[in-house]
């Protein structure tokens, strides 16, 4: 056991986990994490914390995440490499080990051109792959970057995303396989709408015995229109939304629920795929629509860890 975190206990067990995802507010108000928590608790094992998602200033996710272990959730506090280099991560997250946080979601993060900060200067100082490594490095060695030693390691769940999506397909797989490598113990995937090219990307990563080796969580983001999923398709990079599910929102009587039952739907395909440990719903700013979706997918009462 890495972390001994309620997530870790629970893939570990075979059983198949829940995560969601909490935005910060573009603001210090503690209250707005504070009133997603009453909306997840007891309906997901953990929550991601986003950081500065698509590089708009936020609420810092590891403040964030100890809000979240004060309202009982257990957090993934997510960490990209755009806006700090190599001695920030580390000290940011021997913080946040202190504080109690025992996952993190490791990202490069959106290029701030598309943020409100235009203007700022990115550092990359290192990529995903790297943290990774780098983190793997300071929990099982005990060890900074620069090989320097410390007496208390943070004791870390390592996770990172995959797309399956993205071009050119042929490498979806490899980059996966790299990062196993580098460290990483779960993955979380991109919002999956084309099932079939995602049942491909996971029968090779089955074949090549990836998925006994990390524990993947599919992702899963339920659309609210077909406004919504025609912006996803077309603007969104290294997304997929098929016509038919577009169809399916434009016919809808009652877009938001069907957006709703193709979440459900999706979720339960899932569920019988080898080589998928869980999911991870994507509820962005609609956190409300958690618990039903989760209750109609049969996935209630959460376990015990």
């Known amino acids: 056991m890495k972390a001994g975190s309620n997530l870790e206990k629970i893939l570990e067990a075979g059983k198949f986990a829940v995560t969601s995802e ?29 950081d500065n998602q698509t590089a ?15 309202e009982g959730i257990e957090p993934v ?7 700090r280099n190599r001695i920030a991560i580390q000290s940011d997250l021997l913080g946040a080990a202190a504080l109690g946080v025992k996952n993190v979601l490791c990202l490069s993060g959106d290029h701030q051109v598309f943020g409100n900060h235009p203007q700022s200067k990115n550092v990359f100082d290192i990529d995903s792959m790297q943290l990774i490594r780098m983190l793997k490095d300071m929990r099982d060695e005990k060890k900074f970057e620069c090989g320097d030693e410390m007496d208390v390691e943070p004791r ?17 797989v490899d980059r996966l396989a790299k990062k196993i490598d580098a460290g990483v113990d779960f993955i979380q995937t991109q919002g999956i709408y ?6 491909k990307w996971l029968n090779e990563a089955n074949d090549r015995g990836l998925t006994e080796k990390v524990y993947i969580l599919g992702g899963v983001i339920p659309l609210k229109s077909a406004g919504a999923a025609k912006y996803i398709k077309n603007k969104v990079a290294g997304m997929m939304v098929p016509d038919e599910v577009i169809d399916r929102m434009k016919n809808a009587s009652d877009a938001k629920q069907e957006g709703i039952k193709i979440a459900i739907e999706t979720i339960e395909q899932l569920k019988n795929m080898k080589g998928v440990h869980g999911v991870h719903v994507m509820a962005i700013e609609w956190e409300e629509k958690v618990p039903e979706i989760v209750k109609e997918s049969g996935l209630l009462p959460r376990p015990t860890a």
């Open 22 to 50: 909490i935005g910060p507010p573009k603001s210090a108000n503690a209250n707005v994490i504070r009133k997603k928590c009453g909306m997840l608790k007891g309906f997901v094992d953990a929550a991601n914390i986003t």
């Open 194 to 199: 084309d099932v079939p090219r995602f049942e």
């Open 56 to 70: 708009i200033v936020r609420l810092s996710s590891i403040a964030a995440a100890n809000i979240l272990l004060q």
């Open 156 to 172: 870390l769940f390592l996770g990172a995303a995959a797309n399956p999506f993205a071009d050119p397909f042929e490498f979806r």
């Open 77 to 83: 506090a997510q960490m990209t490499v755009r806006d």
